[in-house]
C-alpha cells in the first residue's frame, strides 16, 4: 500500500488558520470514515489529535478539526499558539485488517 | 492513568535476535488491540502490525509480514516485537500504541530506539 500524500510542510502566524490535506485513495481515505491525526513533537512520540475523521479526544483543543471529501481529508488548526509547532501525520485504514496507512508527514512551523 | 511504557534502547550488531517489550497499565489490556509502528531516522510513521492481547491474533502489514513477530502475554499486560536476525535497515524507533477497533491510536508508548551495527 503507498503512503498517504501531505504537504511536506506548511506554516502559518499565531493566530492564523492552517489547514493539512491528506490524499488517499478510494480503498483508504475515501473507503472508510476511520482517518486520525496524530501531532509529533521533536524526540517525543505520536499523539492522537482526531479520529474517525473529525472527532477529536478529551484534552485536545477545538481549535483542531478534522473533516474529509472524497479521498481527501483535512485537518485544521486554528488560532495558531507556538506549541503547534510540529510534525503531523494522517492515518487510514484501508481494509482487510492488514492495511493501515501513514501520511509522510507535514512540518507544522509557526512564524 | 492509560500508560504503555516501553523496554529501553537496544544496541545490536547484524545477525542477532532481539526482543522489545511494552508493558500497560491503567485499563484492560485484553479490551484493545496493541500495534507497533516503526519510524526510521528522519522519517515518518510505519504501521507494522496488531495483535489482540486477547487471544493473540495478529495482522501484520504486508511490509513486514515474515519479518517480524508480534506476541503478548496477557498475565503480565506486556506485548512485544522480536526480529530473529536484524539487519541495518532494522535501525529505527518502535513504538507500540493502543488500537481502537478503527484504527486509531492512543496513547503511544514512548519508544524504543533500536541500532543495528556493526
Known amino acids: 500500500q503507498s503512503a498517504l500524500t501531505q504537504p511536506r510542510s506548511v506554516s502559518g502566524s499565531p493566530g492564523q488558520s492552517v489547514t493539512i490535506s491528506c490524499t488517499g485513495t478510494?480503498?483508504?481515505?475515501?473507503?472508510?470514515?476511520?482517518v486520525s491525526w496524530y501531532q509529533q513533537h521533536p524526540g517525543k512520540a505520536p499523539k492522537l489529535m482526531i479520529y474517525d475523521v473529525s472527532k477529536r479526544p478529551s484534552g485536545v483543543p477545538d481549535r483542531f478539526s478534522g473533516s474529509k471529501s472524497g479521498n481527501t481529508a483535512s485537518l485544521t488548526i486554528s488560532g495558531l499558539q507556538a506549541e503547534d509547532e510540529a510534525d503531523y501525520y494522517c492515518c487510514s485504514y484501508a481494509g482487510s485488517w492488514s492495511d493501515v496507512v501513514f501520511g509522510g508527514g507535514t512540518k507544522l512551523t509557526v512564524l | 492513568e492509560v500508560q504503555l511504557v516501553q523496554s529501553g534502547a537496544e544496541v545490536k550488531k547484524p545477525g542477532e535476535s532481539l526482543r522489545i517489550s511494552c508493558k500497560g497499565s491503567?485499563?484492560?489490556?485484553?479490551?484493545?488491540?496493541i500495534s507497533w509502528v516503526r519510524q526510521m531516522p528522519g522519517k515518518g510513521l510505519e504501521w507494522m502490525g496488531r495483535?489482540?492481547?486477547?487471544?493473540?491474533?495478529?495482522n501484520y502489514s504486508p511490509s513486514f509480514q515474515g519479518h517480524v513477530t508480534i506476541s503478548a502475554d496477557k498475565s503480565i499486560s506486556t506485548a512485544y516485537l522480536q526480529w530473529s536476525s536484524l539487519k541495518a535497515s532494522d535501525t529505527a524507533m518502535y513504538y507500540c500504541a493502543r488500537t481502537y477497533y478503527d484504527f486509531h491510536f492512543d496513547p503511544w508508548g514512548q519508544g524504543t530506539l533500536v541500532t543495528v551495527s556493526s
Open positions: 491503567g485499563y484492560s489490556f485484553t479490551s484493545y488491540w
Open positions: 478510494s480503498s483508504d481515505v475515501g473507503g472508510y470514515n476511520y
Open positions: 495483535i489482540d492481547p486477547s487471544d493473540s491474533y495478529t
